[in-house]
């Protein structure tokens, strides 16, 4: 079970853009990558590609570029905080926050 998913509002700790937060749009499990929304954002230059349908625009594009997982932290309301599973009733795996103990 992967302590970090998509929609959660995390902050990074490391690296170029520490102390910023913002909220995971996608999770690469496999890889250990994250995508966070205006984080590790890159510089592409792209070309324009003409066709008879319009094509694309051509130019220098700003794109957010994956994250390692372990260089953000989950954030429980202003605080970042690691986390810990716990199994409820059903038997079914819950996140539980390590500060204030509360379920994420």
């Given at each position: 079970m992967q302590r970090i998913r998509k929609?959660?509002?995390?902050?990074?700790?490391?690296?170029?853009?520490?102390?910023?937060?913002?909220?995971?749009?996608?999770?690469?499990?496999?890889?250990?990558?994250?995508?966070?929304?205006?984080?590790?954002?890159?510089?592409?230059?792209?070309?324009?590609?003409?066709?008879?349908?319009?094509?694309?625009e051509g130019g220098i594009m700003h794109e957010e570029a994956p994250i390692d997982a372990s260089n953000v932290m989950l954030l429980?309301?202003?605080?970042?905080?690691r986390v810990r599973f716990e199994q409820d009733k059903d038997g079914k795996k819950k996140r539980i926050a390590r500060k204030s103990g509360e379920e994420l």
């Open positions: 929609n959660d509002q995390v902050r990074v700790i490391k690296g170029k853009d520490k102390g910023a937060e913002g909220r995971v749009v996608r999770v690469w499990p496999a890889e250990g990558k994250v995508l966070v929304e205006g984080v590790n954002v890159q510089t592409k230059h792209r070309r324009l590609q003409r066709s008879r349908s319009g094509g694309t429980d309301g202003k605080t970042p905080t």
